[in-house]
């Protein structure tokens, strides 16, 4: 029992770097205190603590990278909409990274109806026009367009559910739509 006291300790200080460790004596009393047949239901509802208060970290992460505007959306899977079939996508270099009123575009996309074509969005643009954010009841909504190089406007739309992580983004062109599936991360390094 005083093993897993320790192992727990230790994992609470990787887990909360902020915090400091307990004395050795004080782990040795809290095992034996712990050996009492009542106390299996306590450390059932510390779990179910820890596990509430890492979920809570977690919905508070996506919410501030939502409204931060910097973070990159990394696609699993794309699907032409409506009715195309779903590729997953295997490719990490894969991305369309929001960088405040900018954003890059590296993703594959999905035109034509039984011969599928896969072709490249590549394309840097600033100036972000009607970038919309929006609380719904799964977390977050957050649309805007943006203008190629080559003139072509794109819609995004990105919906970003908290509790899950998944990110579901729709790319619309005057020539097709594609929907994708991945989730979102920080913009913590220059691409």
Known sequence: MKRYLFLIAALALVAFPGATPAPAAAVASAASAQSSPSSGSDRRGDRADVRELKHERFVASVDSLVASRRFVFM??????????????????????????DSIEVHIPAIRGGLAEVVEMINFDAGNLQDYRRTATPYGWSVTFDATAPDRMTYSFDFNVYTVSGQTILMILSPVNSVKYIGNIQPLDFER
């Open 75 to 100: 696609p699993n899977s794309m699907q032409e909409s409506p009715g195309g079939y779903e590729q997953l996508i295997y490719n990490a270099f894969y991305y369309v990274a929001v960088k405040g």
